[in-house]
């Protein structure tokens, strides 16, 4: 279906080879910049109960706890900045039922491992309230010590049959709740996961570094768009699969399988004149990018309204940031593709798009941390 194999038959052979070992383990959660707050209102009680989680590289940032260097967080080192961690990490969350602005007391501070043996540091804290909560206002002020892309995933749950989730950034730290039928937070959901979706795309450097080598070859209008159209039916379905939790693939499988895809579109591009049946490698490749769209999106659970409403807003700030990144750079490409530095740039744009490739693929089938990248 592609035009030249030659050079890359042994690309599906190299992979095939691999893909027991990347059905392992998945990637660590400290790529993914992200820590969770779980927040449980309990009317009937007049209680909140809030948890912060941090993973170990989080951990490391704001407290230095890790004494012997080892990379390993441990119960005791974690215990050596217990007291200050939990007044730090107390001290820039706010939280506030209607007008009233809880006050928190902290009420442990422990290491945990998930599933999948990653570590993590849980802060709880308790506080009581004396009205209805039908709004509650929560904001979150530690993003400034952490890295510019880290987001907080927040579910907040009000009762046994109210449950709804929020993502927190450095540039959007705050978000208000509404239960007992407020609607106000539908709108605030949806417009966040749109958001998202667009930052996501234009953040997703694999994501960039694959659409870049798809359309490097340039060609007609009709070809870019059968392209475009394949890639995007492609990650559309298996994002909501995967965000709807119908179909779940290992992480790290998917991630390497992503940067496997980088690799082989820069490899065919030496090899390949043009690309009119590459819509064929977009929709297929097209097909684990959308896993790895939702990853982040799996982690914020089901909420009990506007779930599907906001992953379609989500896949739409996607395409958003797709077409406007192809809007930008397909007509740059046409440009330089009619000099006589056409092969020049192909070739040296492709050996950029291969090396990157090469060395996300050899850290995240073999859970590496290379310097490089």
Request: glycine share 6%; hydrophobic share 50%.
């Amino acid at each position: 279906m592609i035009v030249s194999m030659r050079g890359t038959r042994f690309l599906p052979a190299l992979f095939s080879a691999l893909l027991p070992a990347l059905c392992g383990a998945p990637l660590s959660a400290h790529d993914l910049n992200t820590s969770y707050t779980e927040i449980f209102i309990d009317p009937d009680k007049s209680q909140v109960v809030l948890s912060l989680v941090l993973d170990e590289a989080d951990l490391e940032t704001l407290f230095h706890p890790d004494s012997d260097s080892n990379r390993t967080i441990s119960d005791q080192e974690l215990q050596t900045v217990r007291e200050a961690a939990l007044l730090h990490v107390r001290d820039s969350i706010y939280l506030g039922i209607g007008a009233a602005d809880l006050v928190f007391t902290p009420r442990s501070c422990a290491m945990e491992n998930d599933e999948l043996g990653n570590r993590f540091a849980r802060f709880v804290f308790e506080s009581r309230f004396d009205r209805t909560p039908w709004q509650v206002r929560l904001r979150i002020d530690i993003f400034g010590e952490l890295a510019r892309l880290h987001k907080n995933l927040v579910r907040i749950s009000c009762g046994p049959d109210e449950v709804q989730q929020a993502i927190l950034t450095r540039g959007y730290n705050e978000e208000t709740f509404y239960f007992r039928g407020g609607t106000g937070f539908v709108f605030a959901q949806i417009a966040q996961f749109f958001w998202l979706g667009v930052e996501h795309i234009f953040t997703g450097y694999d994501h960039i570094l694959f659409l870049l080598g798809l359309i490097l070859l340039g060609g007609s209008l009709a070809n870019l768009v059968k392209m475009v159209t394949a890639f995007t039916v492609a990650h559309s379905a298996t994002l909501i699969l995967a965000a709807l939790q119908v179909v779940s693939i290992p992480s790290r499988l998917v991630e390497s399988v992503i940067a496997f895809s980088i690799v082989y579109v820069a490899v065919e591009n030496f090899f390949t004149k043009e690309g009119s049946q590459r819509w064929v490698i977009a929709f297929l490749f097209g097909l684990m990018h959308g896993f790895g769209f939702a990853n982040v999106l799996v982690e914020l659970g089901l909420p009990t309204r506007g779930l599907v409403t906001s992953l379609l807003f989500f896949n739409v700030g996607v395409e958003v940031g797709q077409l406007v990144i192809v809007a930008v750079t397909f007509p740059l490409i046409a440009l330089v593709l009619r000099t006589k530095w056409k092969q020049r740039f192909i070739y040296g744009i492709s050996a950029c798009i291969f090396v990157f490739g090469l060395i996300w693929f050899v850290e995240r089938a073999f859970d590496l941390d290379l310097p490089f990248v």
